[in-house]
């Protein structure tokens, strides 16, 4: 067993006796819930992971089929102290969900920013892209960018494009229009790895977000680049950063200058 799953499973022992929730191929383990807490992730139980599949097979148009995950809540009832030492970032902050794909396990904690719900799709959505590619190491920025974009879809009233489900991480558009700005290729520069413990910079996630969004511009519905990059990424094995962003770049038909101009002005005008 592993230091993770250990000590998740010292936690729920520690603070209460997990309650399991039914699901075909996934195992939910509520901790420190309330009733309202076990409603909604009741709600979220009933047709989630179904869709996530769904929308993630059409856009990677895998086949492959999807392993367990195992999916640990903590509720209204559980304290951050609590849970600490599972969900603390390298900075010192918490985070609200965290995916290992590796481990196919996924965490989500009660927070006053993010309903459990979208915390929980969010990461779902991590842990249902990893397993119908079989990890493909897409670049961060890309897998965090259709994480909200697939929790977009599945949560139609909720402001993806202005947030992320890793509350110390929300960046406002008006924030980036007077901050420092993320251009395409610099936000698929980041290389950090998707693992439990790492974080990325003030508005990595928005920007991501915002670039799945903008590709959703190129090309004919319901073939647009935003539709085929992570199949195509995938297929022909495209990981490195460079080569992605000229994968884009061919996609989109567009010089770099170009593609960022176009990219700066997308998000600028978002609210
Ligand atoms: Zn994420």
């Given amino acids: ?6 000590a998740l499973w010292r936690l729920c022992a520690a603070v209460r006796r997990p309650i399991l929730l039914r699901r075909s191929y996934a195992r939910f383990c509520a901790v420190g819930c309330s009733t309202d807490d076990l409603a909604e992730l009741d709600r979220v139980d009933g047709s989630l992971l179904k869709r996530l599949e769904y929308l993630t097979r059409h856009l990677t148009g895998s086949n492959l089929a999807m392993p367990a995950v195992r999916v640990y809540c903590f509720g209204s009832r559980v304290t951050p102290q609590d849970v600490r030492d599972t969900f603390v970032l390298p900075d010192g902050s918490l985070a609200a969900g965290l995916c290992s794909a590796e481990q196919r396990i996924v965490v989500a ?9 979208r915390v929980l799709t969010h990461e779902l959505g991590h842990a249902v892209l990893a397993g119908l590619t079989d990890r493909f190491p897409y670049p961060p920025s890309i897998a965090e960018g259709y994480a909200e974009f697939l929790c977009s879809l599945v949560w139609p009233s909720a402001v993806h494009r202005v947030s992320c489900p890793v509350p110390d991480k929300i960046v406002a558009p008006a924030a980036c229009v007077a901050g420092p700005c993320f251009s395409v290729a610099e936000l698929l520069e980041q ?10 910079p003030p508005g990595f996630h928005s920007h991501s ?3 799945v969004d903008f590709l959703g511009g190129f090309g004919q519905p319901p073939e647009t680049v935003r539709e085929r990059l992570l199949g195509a990424l995938w297929h022909d094995n495209v990981r490195d950063p460079h080569e992605v962003y000229a994968w884009i770049l061919a996609a989109c038909c567009c010089s770099p200058a170009e593609l960022e101009r176009r990219y700066r002005d997308f998000h600028r005008r978002l609210r």
């Fill in 209 to 211: 977000a915002w670039l």
């Fill in 109 to 117: 904690r009660f927070n006053e920013q993010v309903p459990l719900g």
């Fill in 1 to 6: 067993m592993s230091w993770s799953r250990k």
């Fill in 191 to 200: 290389g950090q790895p998707i693992e439990p413990g790492t974080s990325y």
